[in-house]
Antibody, heavy 119, light 107 residues
Framework: QITLKESGPTLVKPTQTLTLTCTFSGFSLSTSGVGVGWIRQPPGKALEWLALIYWDDDKRYSPSLKSRLTITKDTSKNQVVLTMTNMDPVDTATYYC???????????WGQGTLVTVSS | EIVLTQSPGTLSLSPGERATLSCRASQSVSSSYLAWYQQKPGQAPRLLIYGASSRATGIPDRFSGSGSGTDFTLTISRLEPEDFAVYYCQQYGSSPTFGQGTKVEIK
């Protein structure tokens, strides 16, 4: 059974760095072709793709957020970590991690974690 | 970056009716790397269609996807009460993007 779960702070202050962890089970990020992605969704708004990391440590970032994002993996812990620097209130959103299986469509999603940016 | 534009923004229909949702890309989507998701309030998105026309595991056959290049369509042949939700398209090329969503609401 494949599961993913996001964890991290629910509240961060403007200018701070956000660190989110995705802990997964049911698959391995050392298996060829496997990747894990992050997507966010501001309240009442659309989904926005943020980043992807693959089994071979290939990393992809949203062009508009690339300068603020870092994605890493810890294969031994079955975790993927996303950091976002210089947080702003507009970054308030539910952050999801997800597993793309079919060429990049996200088959499995975590429950999401709401992060609020406020002083 | 490929921009996806979904239309209409809101679709008001009755159970049993047919729903047709459109997703138009600003440039051609390679290899039909186009997916559709359903999202209900308070829930994560659920993959419905990948590769423009292939149903994901467990998705009822009333959901179908079609299209290629820059124009894609999600059709729900007969709306069930549980189908009223927001639907997003996504292209998953080298830099994935999502559309802004279409809300299917009960008329």
């Amino acid at each position: 059974q494949i599961t993913l779960k996001e964890s991290g702070p629910t509240l961060v202050k403007p200018t701070q760095t956000l660190t989110l962890t995705c802990t997964f089970s049911g698959f391995s990020l050392s298996t060829s072709g496997v990747g894990v992605g992050w997507i966010r969704q501001p309240p009442g708004k659309a989904l926005e793709w943020l980043a992807l990391i693959y089994w071979d440590d290939d990393k992809r970032y949203s062009p508009s957020l690339k300068s603020r994002l870092t994605i890493t993996k810890d294969t031994s812990k079955n975790q993927v970590v996303l950091t976002m620097t210089n947080m702003d209130p507009v970054d308030t959103a539910t952050y999801y991690c997800a597993l793309p299986l079919r060429g990049g469509a996200f088959d499995y999603w975590g429950q999401g974690t709401l992060v609020t940016v406020s002083s | 970056e490929i921009v996806l534009t979904q239309s209409p923004g809101t679709l008001s229909l009755s159970p049993g009716e047919r729903a047709t949702l459109s997703c138009r890309a600003s440039q051609s989507v390679s290899s039909s790397y186009l997916a559709w998701y359903q999202q209900k309030p308070g829930q994560a998105p659920r993959l419905l269609i990948y590769g423009a026309s292939s149903r994901a595991t467990g998705i009822p056959d009333r959901f179908s996807g079609s299209g290629s290049g820059t124009d894609f369509t999600l059709t729900i042949s007969r709306l069930e009460p549980e189908d009223f939700a927001v639907y997003y398209c996504q292209q998953y090329g080298s830099s994935p993007t999502f559309g802004q969503g279409t809300k299917v609401e009960i008329k």
